[in-house]
């Protein structure tokens, strides 16, 4: 069961952030003239350290490929993807980056670059905050405030990046700001292995990169397995009519840790949530390779075996992000 629900927290998080992100009324008519000021930069360099996972995508890479698409049309219709873009201005398909990372147990600190104008979606998300408390439009454009069960956070990076947050610490949202225009080290690789594996998967359309090690439930096999992990990155890409994997682990770990893992990897497969996601030959299609730094795997998705598994899951969840008020 903590399996179970590790996984599809995983692929839940992916769905909901990259479409919620940005959600908001559409932008008014007349938007007002979008500022002219310097790029935000690399977003990855604008996280704090400390997350327990971060998410890196490129949405407009991923549907390049018909894989991505085929998935990605399962969830949402043609219809509700236009509505989508009517409600909030922003179009899913062709946001050029994302970086994530949860905050507690239902929040999030989103960032989020496209052709879309900054400025006039953060205008637009304010206006639908039920009790609005922060209202600034210099030297940062700012709205923030409560709506729902949550408070929320908006605030323009720069004309095509925005900065969305649920439930965020106001530090942790400062820390965001205040990294804007400055040239430093990227601080959540602030460890040699968390450089190594972002290094080796950055070109991948998907990744999800814990830069410290798993914080797994304990006496679990794989955490016994795992307990010497540093740090892990697992990236996805997208072919014709698969989903290419690929994982790497850097620690220290014992001997026929290759084994382990494929071991691993099928009981996965067999399980309930395994099997609902078509992933019972997984296992046969991975190959490890272990080094003196740690363990690479790569391995195949087939896409069409995903795609039922996909809808029996999170289709409802999809629908509901979909539907708007």
């Given at each position: 069961m903590a399996r179970m629900?590790?996984?599809r927290g995983s692929i839940a998080l992916l769905c909901v952030l990259w479409l919620s992100g940005c959600a908001g009324s559409p932008p008014p008519a007349q938007a007002p003239e979008v500022r002219s000021r310097p790029s935000a930069g690399p977003l990855i360099a604008l996280l704090p350290p400390g997350p327990e996972f971060v998410l890196l995508a490129r949405p407009r890479a991923l549907m390049q490929a018909e894989a991505a698409r085929v998935l990605w049309r399962t969830l949402v219709t043609e219809d509700r993807e236009r509505a989508f873009g009517e409600r909030t201005g922003v179009d899913p398909r062709s946001v050029e980056e994302l970086a994530v990372i949860a905050v507690g147990a239902e929040g999030y600190l989103l960032l989020a670059r496209g052709a879309f104008d900054a400025d006039a979606i953060v205008r637009a998300a304010g206006d639908r905050l039920a009790v609005p408390d922060v209202a600034s439009d210099e030297p940062i454009l700012r709205r923030e405030g409560l709506a729902g069960a949550g408070r929320y956070a908006y605030a323009a990076l720069d004309e095509h990046t925005v900065l969305v947050a649920k439930d965020a610490e106001p530090a942790l949202i400062a820390a965001v700001l205040e990294r804007l225009g400055r040239a430093q080290p990227?601080?959540?690789?602030?460890?040699?292995?968390?450089?190594?594996?972002?290094?080796?998967?950055?070109?991948?359309?998907?990744?999800?990169?814990?830069?410290?090690?798993?914080?797994?439930?304990?006496?679990?096999?794989?955490?016994?397995?795992?307990?010497?992990?540093?740090?892990?990155?697992?990236?996805?890409?997208?072919?014709?009519t698969a989903l290419q994997v690929a994982i790497g682990l850097r620690g220290t770990f014992p001997d026929g840790i290759e084994q382990n893992l494929h071991s691993w990897a099928r009981s996965v497969g067999e399980s309930d949530l395994g099997r609902a996601l078509g992933l019972m030959t997984f296992a046969d299609r991975l190959e490890a390779q272990c080094t003196k730094e740690g363990v690479d795997m790569r391995g195949s998705i087939d896409a069409a075996e995903l795609v039922s598994g996909v809808r029996l899951l999170f289709f409802d969840g999809m629908r509901e992000i979909f539907a708007g008020d």
């Open positions: 629900r590790i996984m990227v601080r959540l690789l602030d460890t040699p292995d968390a450089k190594a594996l972002h290094a080796a998967h950055r070109n991948a359309p998907l990744v999800l990169l814990a830069p410290h090690g798993l914080a797994l439930p304990p006496g679990t096999a794989v955490a016994l397995l795992l307990e010497e992990a540093r740090a892990l990155a697992l990236s996805i890409t997208p072919a014709e």
